[in-house]
């Protein structure tokens, strides 16, 4: 089983949509969590860290199920600024071993 | 600031050279990383260092070294390159008190 699952997608929604994406991990004593926005060929950048008790920012959703595994990110009224592969990632064994999934890719369509 | 510089943007290899990947950042991080991304892939973490001087293995060390020899500077080293390293390689840096890591613009690496 690998570390970090993601579903690759494509996901491809209209403007205005709401899309949910789902992460998965392996190790159970993983401390934190992560999900990273990248553009196509460039570098990742931060989106938001995942807390426990769920973080939001302005559209963006991020929750955390330790019981279950996995956290996802939910966002809502998609924009066209919105398309890029977004990258979960989890320190499964100390916060500076950073496991990355292989990212689900969004594309948002006028 | 200019962040996290990344040298070359590109480079072609032939099978058996070596070369050096130079990363650079201007945010006074103790913490810097190089990680590899494949095609499709997420990135892998090649090797860490939480300040000069100290540096630990990640992910996927072998194949690479690297040196800190001070705060600003975290070179990857390729001693024997191989099709297997064919790659976009990130550097990243951060502070030691948040866990968000500045990546740097990548250098995309072909070994033929």
């Known amino acids: 089983r690998k570390e970090v699952e993601q579903d690759p997608g494509p996901f491809n929604v209209p403007e205005g949509a709401t899309v949910a994406f789902n992460c998965t991990y392996s190790?159970?004593?993983?401390?934190?969590f992560f999900w990273y926005r990248q553009d196509c060929r460039k570098e990742p950048k931060l989106l938001m860290s995942?807390?426990?008790s769920g973080n939001e920012d302005g559209r963006f959703t991020a929750q955390l199920n330790r019981a279950s595994q996995y956290i996802s990110l939910l966002i809502r009224d998609s924009k066209l600024s919105d398309s890029a592969t977004y990258l979960c990632v989890v320190t499964p064994y100390n916060n500076n071993d950073m496991r990355f999934g292989a990212g689900t890719r969004l594309t948002v369509k006028p | 600031n200019a962040g996290v510089t990344q040298t070359p943007k590109f480079r072609i290899l032939k099978i058996g050279q070596s070369m050096t990947l130079q990363c650079a950042q201007d945010?006074?991080?103790?913490?810097m990383y190089w990680y590899r991304q494949d095609p499709g892939m997420g990135l892998k973490l090649i090797y860490y260092?939480?300040?000069?001087?100290?540096?630990d293995k990640g992910e996927v060390p072998n194949g690479y070294n690297v040196s800190r020899s001070t705060t600003e500077d975290f070179p990857l080293r390729l001693e024997l390159a191989a099709p297997s390293q064919t790659s976009v390689y990130f550097c990243?840096?951060?502070?030691?008190?948040?866990?968000?890591?500045?990546f740097g613009p990548g250098t995309r690496l072909t070994v033929t």
């Open positions: 945010m006074n991080h103790n913490y």
């Open positions: 260092s939480v300040g000069a001087g100290i540096t």
């Open positions: 990243a840096s951060r502070l030691a008190v948040t866990y968000e890591q500045y």
């Open positions: 995942v807390y426990s």
């Open positions: 190790n159970s004593a993983s401390q934190s």
